[in-house]
């Protein structure tokens, strides 16, 4: 089946108007904070003047190489970078972050299995663990020349039918819908007797663009396709976002940024006219039922790094928890072989394939991971590169700074001023880059701007450089070349440069 973006327009046609129209007043209805409240007036001026833009770039700002405050971890850089602990996790916390790590490699078996605490992979799945995908707590890639399809897989669903369905995605009861037969995620891989449900094809069609100066740089624009279909055809309304593994750094930090320091950068009507509006996910917290912010995941779909682990263990390899108890993960009726395996519930153990304290120490575990600290920070072409990217207009999105909650869940995670660059936001990236497939109240051609630390060891810990959200850019060059819609004008900004001036603004992004 091809994926036809001539179709998704016409299916948008009907509801994106009523939909385009909701989140404000749906952020505003469903009272989320505008005003901080953990702090007093005099520590809300300082964290005013700390977040503010940088202004001098003659040296590096106070505090600016640990970009993840005290919990930046300063040890060498080595492959390794991202699995270290945050470096201020008080030393009692070492063995759950040690726990979690093991869960987080686990690799889960098939029931039934002689390995009772292990069982209950699948039925469908795409990996055995977290750590197949989220290699060296690194990010994904798209499968090609060898390599396996494991850390990349297809999101499946189509957008709201009719009003009711309409309704119930702008109250957040859901994010879209599933296909009927293959229902929210392409999983390509089953558990013995079981087939599997596709395989993913990828076709890339290269295209020249040429920069201030004359020179060119190819980009190679996807398609996709589901192919191998074992239970037929998917729905003609079935759209497919191809997704691959985000890097697991900083992620408790960014679920401490106070909701509404991050409301503060949302102009959804674009009423200060700079073309660049930015808008917020309002998404479901599947652990608590609460309507809130969304944060992780490529749409910003998911509220919590509780929430994201628990659809992982669920999507991604069939285990089931407390927080997303169906012990058959995402088979639908339609696959009754399926729906009739066995699974992995030890009644003994609890009525999951993973009981509760299993998800506690895997979500502190993805909690707690160091962000590394910068290199090179305070080299003038670094500054000069730095200096480019504000001026290119990239900080509309990729915000340098927030000041994380002092009442935050985590002593760890409290009052530290960080540098994600991003404004965890969703944006229209424009045609090139879209998807099609609605997400809750991210359309189909709008992403959660991710976030840039760590971004220069992507090589070194993870041994390549593909980037955005299905890896489709092969280098830092093409990822801004990428972008469109919202951020057009900045990227325009880039390919104006003088070579020399975008290579410094490289080597800003290589140092974060
Ligand atoms: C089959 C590959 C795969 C497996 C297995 C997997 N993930 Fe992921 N993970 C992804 C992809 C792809 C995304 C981006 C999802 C999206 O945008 O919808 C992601 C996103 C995340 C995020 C959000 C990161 C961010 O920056 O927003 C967290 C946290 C996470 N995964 C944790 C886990 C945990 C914990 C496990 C094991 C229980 C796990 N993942 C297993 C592929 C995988
Ligand atoms: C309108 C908001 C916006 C602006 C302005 C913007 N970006 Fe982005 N940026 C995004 C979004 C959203 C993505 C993710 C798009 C995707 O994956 O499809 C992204 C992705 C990236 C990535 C790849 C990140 C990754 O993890 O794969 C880099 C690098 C990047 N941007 C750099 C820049 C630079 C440099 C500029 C200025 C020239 C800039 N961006 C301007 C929103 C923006």
Redo the contacts with the bound molecule.
């Keep these: 089946m091809i994926h036809n973006p001539a179709r998704r327009v016409f299916l948008c046609a009907a509801f994106c108007a009523t939909l385009a129209g909701l989140p404000v007043a749906f952020a505003a209805g469903f009272n989320l904070p505008t005003k901080r409240t953990d702090l007093s007036d005099a520590d809300l001026k300082r964290v005013e003047a700390v977040t503010r833009p940088a202004s001098d770039f003659s040296k590096a700002e106070p505090y600016e190489a640990m970009q993840a405050g005290a919990a930046t971890s300063v040890d060498p850089v080595t492959q390794d970078s991202f699995s270290h602990i945050s470096a201020n996790i008080p030393f009692e916390e070492e063995q759950n972050f040690k726990l979690g790590n093991a869960l987080f490699k686990k690799l889960w078996v098939s029931a039934p299995s002689s390995t009772q605490a292990s069982d209950g992979l699948g039925p469908l799945f795409n990996a055995r663990s977290c750590m197949s995908c989220h290699v060296n707590d690194g ?1 994904g890639r798209p499968p090609e020349g060898g390599v396996s399809a494991t850390s990349m897989f297809f999101r499946l669903g189509r957008a709201a039918a009719t009003p009711e369905e309409g309704a119930t995605i702008a109250n957040a009861s859901a994010v879209n819908f599933p296909d009927p037969t293959y229902g929210h995620q392409l999983q390509d891989l089953a558990v013995p007797g079981l087939a599997a449900e596709g395989k993913m094809a990828i076709r890339y069609a290269e295209k020249t663009v040429t920069l201030a100066g004359g020179e060119t740089v190819s980009l190679r624009a996807p398609t996709y396709e589901v192919k191998d279909l074992a239970y037929g055809p998917l729905d003609p309304s079935t759209t497919i976002s191809p997704r691959v593994a ?1 890097a697991m750094i900083g992620l408790g930090l960014i679920e401490a940024i106070p909701a509404a320091d991050i409301l503060a950068h949302a102009d959804p009507n674009d009423k200060d006219g700079n073309r ?1 509006s930015g808008k917020a996910a309002i998404v479901r917290d599947h652990s608590t039922g609460a309507v809130t912010l969304g944060r992780f995941g ?1 749409k910003a779909q998911n509220a919590t790094v509780r929430d994201q682990s628990a659809a992982a263990f669920s999507s991604d390899i069939g285990i089931s928890t407390p927080d997303r108890p169906d012990a058959h993960g995402d088979c639908m009726q339609a696959e009754l072989k399926c729906q009739k395996m066995p699974t992995g519930i030890q009644k003994r153990l609890g009525n999951e394939e993973a009981p509760g304290p299993v998800l506690d120490l895997v979500t502190f575990y993805s909690a707690n991971l160091a962000v590394p600290a910068r290199r090179k920070a305070s080299f003038p072409e670094t500054l000069r590169g730095k200096e480019l ?1 504000y001026q ?3 900080i ?3 915000v340098p700074k927030f000041v994380t909650r002092r009442d935050a869940a985590e002593n760890a995670q409290s009052f530290q001023l960080i540098w994600p660059y991003s404004d965890f936001l969703l ?1 229209d ?1 424009g045609e090139g ?1 879209a998807d099609g497939q609605q997400v809750g109240h991210a359309s189909g051609r709008e ?4 976030t ?1 630390w760590g ?1 220069g060891l992507t090589r070194t810990v993870s041994g390549h450089s593909f ?3 299905d890896g489709r ?1 092969r280098n ?1 060059t093409e ?2 070349l ?2 469109g ?3 057009e004008k ?2 325009d ?2 390919s104006s440069l003088p070579k020399d001036d975008r290579e410094a ?1 490289i080597r800003f ?1 290589e140092s974060l």
């Design positions: 990010r985000p660049i490529w990217f290119s207009g990239c509309s999105c990729h944006h990236m880059l992403w959660r701007t991710p840039l971004i980037f955005l959200h850019a830092l990822a801004i990428w972008h819609g919202e951020a900045a990227r900004a880039f603004l992004l």
